[in-house]
């Protein structure tokens, strides 16, 4: 099986086996409690997390979402239990990589993993939000209409905003 998954290009790198530092468990920990304790709030919570490249977010984001499908799925005392939960990235190759460590994990599902256009148009066709959303890569979300990737509206942020209940977004600010 193979330790490593890389794109073609040799730019993402997720680590099955990597060892988290104390930090990077801290931050899957905050994540998670944010995500217990916001859940039934009636307004959208949102968690940013800036890093530079190559600081293991994607690794952090992917353990986070693990863990919350887990529980969504195993723990009937926990506030997340069967909740609907997503994982955007805009960027194909990572997709590829996050759908490839869902068919080899029992918590996650293919069909979790989306682009956010894809995510836009299918809450609105099924006329269902997701309860927590995580964005990988959300410095890429488009800013602008662009029929080329079927995004009609104006800012694919605020539309996940307004179809999420908790957004939890990974960005690179350079």
């Known amino acids: 099986m193979e330790q490593n998954l890389i794109s073609s290009k040799g730019t993402f790198l997720l680590d099955k086996d990597e060892k988290l530092s104390l930090e990077q468990k801290r931050l899957i920990e905050k994540i998670i409690t944010f995500s217990q304790e916001n859940i039934s709030s009636d307004k959208t919570s949102i968690l940013v997390i800036e890093g530079d490249a190559g600081t293991g977010k994607s690794l952090i984001l992917q353990q986070a979402f693990t863990k919350i499908q887990q529980i969504a799925e195993e723990d009937r005392?926990?506030?997340?239990?069967?909740?609907?939960?997503?994982?955007?990235?805009?960027?194909?190759?990572?997709?590829?990589?996050?759908?490839?460590?869902?068919?080899?994990?029992?918590?996650?599902?293919?069909?979790?993993?989306?682009?956010?256009?894809?995510y836009i148009n299918q809450s609105d066709k099924l006329q269902r939000n997701g309860d927590i959303v995580l964005i990988d890569e959300a410095h890429l979300l488009l800013t602008q209409s662009d029929n080329y990737n079927k995004f009609h509206q104006n800012n694919q942020l605020l539309e996940i905003i307004k179809r999420s209940r908790i957004l939890i977004l990974v960005f690179d600010p350079y």
């Open 77 to 118: 005392q926990s506030p997340l239990y069967q909740t609907k939960n997503f994982l955007l990235v805009n960027h194909a190759e990572m997709l590829k990589i996050y759908r490839k460590l869902a068919g080899e994990n029992p918590h996650l599902k293919k069909n979790s993993f989306m682009k956010p256009t894809s």
